[in-house]
């Protein structure tokens, strides 16, 4: 097997070589339509409406790949080899656009205008109250409806190392106020890092609050339950939530109870513990108040069946670590199965429904202000 998989890998570098000179072949499934710029381009099929779809694949030297489209500017796969050499996709998601389309998921979605959650779908600015999507429970969560997710994004720029997506989000949209031009940048490093860079600058004062969903499994996507992988959050403090998720102000703190991941600890070790918070979330789906600002490394995720290990760095003051508590029996790429538990999402951003309390930093961006944020998921062996 280990055989096999050593030949495809080789025979996938000539044709990427070969995809350099050339334009279009096809590799398995895969149709490669060119190479832009060092990066392979594929089509990634056609949606529903009719609009054909790509998934732009980023290489490094050290044999990683990260393969993102347009589609919902979507991260698809990052394949990471493992302690053995062979190569492993670490985040859950589809084969196609189909599958993204169909998916209620967020797999590998960037989630706008604001993630998580805004308590009764509704906020006031400037002396206004707009009214958004009541989409989860009374509250609006992930945009409330007209995903980003779902939409197509403009491909800015293509270069040998990164691709920027770009959105025209207007005025109204989704409910919130202001035209806004929102960039995301997925870039490769030799370093083994994913960076996703945002960078948006409203018309008019308005919300930013963007988020990779990514659901990551380091023992590779279809393998099973992640609660036996080791995770770490720098925090010393989680926000309290309600029944519905939203938080009611209060910053806890960590130490004693089953939100305390500062020393890495299995998921799974407290998960069912008799703890408020875990039953009102259905296992871990909360909001970590990180420790210290600006960039810096703010969890990690380990799995000993691969060795693989990953650091989450960010310069946003929350995180919410979600594991997959909501994921049914949901098919997947290459015919994968996944269930609830087989994968954990590390969400950065603002606190969940900041905008209705003063002591939590963001999301109000200001008309002409920048909004600029970079988190970075970073692989080892
Ligand atoms: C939320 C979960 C939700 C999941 C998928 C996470 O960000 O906190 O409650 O089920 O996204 O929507």
């Known amino acids: 097997m280990g055989m096999i998989f050593r030949k495809i890998v080789s025979r996938w570098d000539e044709l990427w070589e070969d995809s350099k000179k050339t334009c279009v072949w096809s590799f398995y499934n895969i149709k490669i339509k060119e190479a832009r710029n060092g990066i392979m381009v594929s089509s990634f099929g056609v949606t529903s409406k009719g609009v054909e779809t790509s998934l732009y694949t980023l290489k490094n030297q050290n044999g ?15 394949q990471v080899p493992d302690k053995d050499g062979k190569v492993q996709d670490v985040v859950l998601g589809y084969d196609d656009v189909k599958g993204y389309e169909a998916g209620t998921l967020y797999f590998g979605a960037t989630v706008g205008r604001v993630a998580n959650r805004i308590g009764k779908a509704s906020f006031e600015l400037n002396g206004k109250t707009y009214q958004l999507t009541q989409n989860d429970n009374q509250n609006s969560l992930h945009g409330g409806r007209d995903y980003y997710n779902y939409r197509m994004w403009e491909t800015e720029e293509v270069d040998d190392n990164h691709v920027t997506f770009l959105l025209h989000s207007e005025d109204g949209d989704q409910g919130y106020p202001g035209n806004v031009d929102i960039r995301v940048t997925y870039t490769l490093t030799e370093e083994n890092e994913v960076k996703i860079h945002y960078v948006a600058v409203p018309e008019e004062d308005t919300l930013l609050n963007l988020t990779n969903h990514s659901y990551f499994n380091l023992s590779g996507n279809g393998s099973g339950t992640v609660l ?10 989680y926000t309290r939530a309600d029944a519905e998720s939203i938080p009611t102000g209060e910053i806890v703190p960590v130490e004693g109870t089953p939100m305390d991941f500062r020393q890495m600890k299995p998921i799974g070790k407290e998960i069912e513990a008799d703890y408020e918070a875990l039953h009102l979330g259905g296992g871990y789906d909360h909001n970590w108040v990180l420790n210290g600002i600006g960039t810096r490394k703010v969890a990690a995720m380990h799995s000993e069946a691969t060795g693989i290990t990953m650091e989450v760095y960010t310069d946003l003051p929350g995180m919410q670590l979600y594991t997959g508590n909501f994921i049914v029996r949901e098919t997947g790429k290459n015919g994968a ?3 609830k538990r087989h994968a954990a999402c590390f969400e950065t951003q603002y606190f969940p429904d ?10 109000v961006v200001r008309a002409g202000e920048t909004y600029d944020t970079t988190t970075t998921y970073k692989f080892f062996v």
């Open 228 to 237: 036996d992988q080791e995770v770490m959050i720098c925090a010393d403090a």
């Open 354 to 363: 900041a905008v209705h309390k003063d002591h939590f930093q963001g999301p």
């Open 337 to 339: 199965i996944y269930e």
């Open 64 to 78: 990683m790949v990260a393969a993102v489209s347009d589609f919902g500017a979507t991260l698809v796969q990052i």
